[in-house]
């Protein structure tokens, strides 16, 4: 494995350049200002958790402001309905720890947030969370420990919020094409065909 990276120390040598203060001074613990504004113009968010069965990076998203700001250092985001794998749940459950990378459309920058995570069935907060009348099973709880932005870099050079790359859907393996293609006995074009009755109907 000649051109393996093993060590921290191979690593450090490999990068030499130190991070600038920008980098590394950037994280706060605390909600400031400008950061609500990020959070409460979020719509869209990953979510990274890890248990025993592995890693796991859940897509959540909703209107903007569906990350709640509880305090200058808690976040609740509301579980919506889902698949029902509950992977995220579980390891929460087991590890009490979670990241968010928040994105918001037209902004190039990203929101990064570490931080201790709990379930919580708070019938206030979950109720606060209702849309289209339909209030969230639970909502998960976050405790910030460090939170700070992005640079652009990334998401300037892959375009995603120009127009002109965006790609056809046509282009691209429907869910039915791709469940179909792992089970075999699978109706793939059925279950196209009902995709987006069934995702308007079980939206919330």
């Given amino acids: 494995?000649?051109?393996?990276?093993?060590?921290?120390?191979?690593?450090?040598a490999l990068y030499p350049r130190k991070p600038v203060v920008a980098s590394t001074g950037k994280e706060t613990a605390v909600i400031t200002p400008?950061?609500?504004?990020?959070?409460?113009?979020?719509?869209?968010?990953?979510?990274?958790?890890?248990g025993p069965e592995g890693l796991d990076a859940s897509p959540r998203g909703d209107g903007p402001g569906f990350i709640r700001i509880l305090d200058d250092t808690t976040l609740a985001l509301p579980?919506?309905?889902g698949n029902n794998r509950l992977d995220t749940l579980r390891?929460?459950?087991?590890?009490?720890?979670?990241?968010?990378?928040?994105?918001?459309?037209?902004?190039?920058?990203t929101l990064r947030i570490n931080g201790n995570a709990h379930?919580?069935?708070?019938?206030?907060?979950?109720a606060s969370m209702a849309e289209r009348g339909v209030v969230p099973t639970s909502a998960i709880i976050i405790t910030i420990?460090?939170?700070?932005?992005?640079?652009?870099?990334?998401?300037?050079?892959?375009?995603l919020?120009?127009?002109?790359?965006?790609?056809?859907?046509?282009?691209?393996?429907s869910a039915g094409d791709l469940l179909h293609e792992v089970m075999q006995d699978f109706d793939g074009?059925?279950?196209?065909?009902?995709?987006?009755?069934?995702?308007?109907k079980t939206l919330y």
């Fill in 1 to 12: 494995m000649k051109h393996r990276i093993d060590t921290i120390e191979q690593l450090e």
């Fill in 34 to 50: 400008h950061y609500k504004r990020l959070i409460e113009a979020c719509p869209f968010a990953v979510v990274a958790s890890e």
């Fill in 79 to 81: 579980d919506r309905r």
């Fill in 91 to 109: 390891n929460i459950l087991r590890t009490g720890r979670v990241a968010l990378l928040a994105m918001i459309p037209g902004w190039n920058e």
């Fill in 119 to 126: 379930i919580s069935t708070d019938p206030q907060i979950s």
């Fill in 145 to 159: 420990e460090t939170m700070y932005f992005q640079c652009a870099r990334a998401l300037v050079r892959s375009k």
């Fill in 161 to 173: 919020w120009d127009s002109d790359s965006q790609i056809n859907r046509k282009d691209l393996p």
């Fill in 189 to 200: 074009k059925a279950y196209d065909k009902d995709l987006p009755a069934r995702q308007a």
